[in-house]
């Protein structure tokens, strides 16, 4: 019987890589928390209605890239391909919006089913943070600014910031004639996705991929030349916050997105480190959403940080530094019912001091648990067989360097090993 694999785009997290992802979470959670951020969690399958209103039917997640099924009454379900349109859902259900502004913060795996690639699998995962009830342009360049320090505290180089303003509805109306008329002009010359693109989502074209049209696309008609005199000036404020802030950024006209709740603001944040797959950080303004779901009119601001390239961006830095931290002090070894029991006691012990301890369960021959004692990369080695067991001692060996052996009783070995490393 051949053993069972995980599906395509669906990676197991194994220990060797745990600690950069635990790092990186328990740096969010404490950037939040002195952020005045707070934690919301919300169910991973939603109702697919959720995210084709709040998304737009005719973006590529809710088109092409979602998990969606029937279940058992007919209802259907789909596993959430985004956080935002679940935390809104929340607020709305629970009253939150009621109880005013809500600055919430959310964390987890999220489904898409498309290529999987290097820092994109079809589970992957998000930190987002949504500022629901905040109009003024600065709560943009708040929400901006807890993203980019987060991202700075956990040593992410090469940051850059790329900005751009959407308008409003009526902005967006104005200009998606204008961007149509032009495309329509210049069809044959667009790739086969941008010419299907024209009568479903137009200014997802300007988010093409395909060089050829990119180049193309340096004479299309811009949003910025469509946006009214008041979505300027909101975007000029904008701008003056974030160099308030001291946040350098570019200004990108092509900018728009994936997802159709954005208005006004939207933004990236890259980094030239991660290649062709630059994005790590995405997001914008949805005044919109809230009441397209069902609640209030409330203005809101959010952003979402993808976890498996960020990781990627940092996990080679640290493998050095995670390597270190799990590496044990101490190695226990024995042989014998007796001393596999004063093993158990000493080792619990040991992590109860403080110490990084761990405990050879084989039974196996000496010879065979000193080998593995050795590649843990452990300094020092505890030692109880049948003897030592009778006698109530542990015998302490030197395993990287000349040191003579000792022979102490467990609590003298524990407290020794405790002030040799403070």
């Not at 996990?315 to 931290?325: I, K, N, R």
């Not at 021959?365 to 001692?393: C, L, M, N, T, Y």
Request: proline fraction near 4%; charged fraction near 25%.
């Amino acid at each position: 019987m051949e053993p069972l694999q995980s599906l395509r785009g669906m990676v197991d997290l194994l220990p060797s890589a745990t600690a950069t992802w635990q790092r990186i979470e328990a740096t969010a959670r404490e950037h939040f928390r002195r952020a005045g951020v707070s934690e919301i969690r919300t169910p991973l399958l939603e109702v697919t209605e959720l995210f084709a209103r709040g998304i737009g039917e005719a973006t590529d997640v809710v088109g092409k890239e979602m998990y969606t099924f029937l279940d058992r009454g007919e209802r259907s379900c789909t596993l959430r391909p985004e956080g935002t349109a679940s935390v809104v859902r929340a607020a709305i259900q629970h009253g939150l919006l009621n109880q005013g502004p809500q600055r919430l913060w959310y964390g987890g795996p999220m489904f898409r089913y498309e290529r999987p690639q290097a820092g994109r699998q079809r589970q992957f995962h998000q930190i987002g943070v949504e500022l629901l009830g905040v109009a003024d342009a600065e709560s943009d360049a708040e929400a901006i600014a807890v993203a980019w320090d987060l991202l700075a505290e956990l040593g992410v180089g090469g940051l850059q910031l790329e900005l751009n303003s959407l308008g409003t509805p009526d902005d967006r109306v104005r200009y998606r004639a204008e961007l149509v008329a032009w495309l329509e002009a210049h069809r044959e010359q667009l790739d086969s996705d941008s010419q299907q693109r024209i009568t479903t989502n137009p200014l997802r074209v300007l988010d093409s991929k395909n060089p050829a049209t990119q180049a193309l696309l340096a004479g299309a008609p811009t949003l910025a030349d469509a946006l009214a005199g008041e979505s300027h000036e909101r975007f000029a404020r904008v701008r003056l916050a974030l160099e308030a802030l001291e946040i350098p950024f570019v200004l990108n006209p092509r900018l728009v997105r994936g997802l159709d709740y954005y208005s006004h603001t939207a933004f990236e944040i890259t980094s030239n480190q991660l290649g062709a797959q630059a994005t790590v950080c995405g997001g914008g303004r949805y005044d919109g959403l809230v009441q397209q779901l069902g609640g209030p009119a409330t203005p809101a601001v959010g952003w979402a940080i993808g976890l498996e390239r960020l990781v990627l961006l940092l996990s080679q830095a640290e493998a050095g530094e995670a390597a270190a931290a799990a590496t044990p002090l101490l190695y226990v070894i024995s042989r014998g019912e007796l001393a596999e029991r004063q093993a158990l006691l000493l080792t619990c012990r040991a992590r109860q001091a403080g110490l990084i301890a761990e405990r050879d369960s084989s039974g196996a021959a000496f010879g065979k648990q000193f080998k593995r004692a050795d590649r843990s990369g452990a300094p020092w080695a505890a030692v109880i067989g049948e003897r030592e067991a009778a006698d109530g001692v542990v015998v302490l060996k030197d395993l990287r360097g000349d040191g003579p052996e000792q022979r102490l009783a467990a609590g003298e070995a524990l407290s020794w090993l405790v002030e040799l490393t403070t």
